[in-house]
């Protein structure tokens, strides 16, 4: 019969465990407590970057070349919105309005176009000690320029008269061509002020070309 009493204990469940998260408070003995580690993978295991902040190095007297530069395919052009001007006088006239000191005084001088010409080609294309960004605007400025000179050619040369389907097609491609210049003179004058590199298609590629010519022959 003493064998039932040890056969019970046996069988008896062990005694309740604390879990190893529950802290035990002892009277006797300080409460010790260490935090988990962290995880490695853990948003706030993980280092911050660093905010940076991005400053424009371009300096001021290269952004005033290149912004000038565009000034003078811009008038050159202005000779393609002819029907433009006749047909909307007053909202052309409003937007050009501060221009025109500027352009009064350029056609005022003899030569202009080819003043302005040699001035940014000699004194700023091939001048290898001015700043990269300003000689590659100031040749996009050039190549565009040349380029303006084209359709007035073909005009030239096939004469359409300024009547019939010649004429419409005259006034067609004159006012797209000076839509076109405008729309190169802002984008290319804003982004020269911002300090940032204006690459217009076709153009900005012939620009980049010459300028490592000109790289090539200061270096030889």
């Known amino acids: 019969m003493s064998t039932v009493p040890l056969l019970r204990l046996s069988l008896a469940p062990p005694p309740h465990k604390p879990p190893r998260s529950t802290l035990i408070f002892h009277p006797l003995k300080p409460t010790t407590f260490s935090p988990p580690p962290l995880r490695t993978n853990s948003i706030i295991s993980r280092p911050l970057k660093p905010i940076s902040a991005s400053y424009n190095t371009t300096p001021v007297t290269d952004r005033l ?62 001048n290898t000690s001015v700043s990269r960004y300003a000689r590659f605007n ?67 590629d012939a620009a980049d070309r010459h300028d490592y010519e000109v790289v090539d022959l200061s270096i030889e």
């Open 65 to 126: 070349i290149s912004a000038a530069a565009y000034f003078f395919p811009f008038f050159n052009g202005l000779q393609y919105g002819r029907f433009l001007f006749a047909q909307y006088p007053k909202t052309l006239g409003l937007i050009l309005e501060p221009l025109l000191p500027l352009l009064s005084f350029y056609r005022s001088v003899p030569y202009s176009s080819y003043l302005a010409f040699l001035l940014l080609y000699i004194g700023v294309v091939r």
């Open 138 to 204: 100031a040749m996009q400025a050039v190549v565009l320029d040349v380029l303006l000179v084209l359709p007035m050619l073909v005009q030239r040369i096939f004469n359409p008269g300024p009547h019939g389907i010649g004429g419409k097609i005259v006034m067609l491609s004159h006012s797209a061509i000076f839509v076109g210049v405008a729309v190169c003179f802002v984008y290319t004058f804003g982004y020269s002020v911002l300090g940032r590199t204006p690459k217009l298609p076709f153009v900005g």
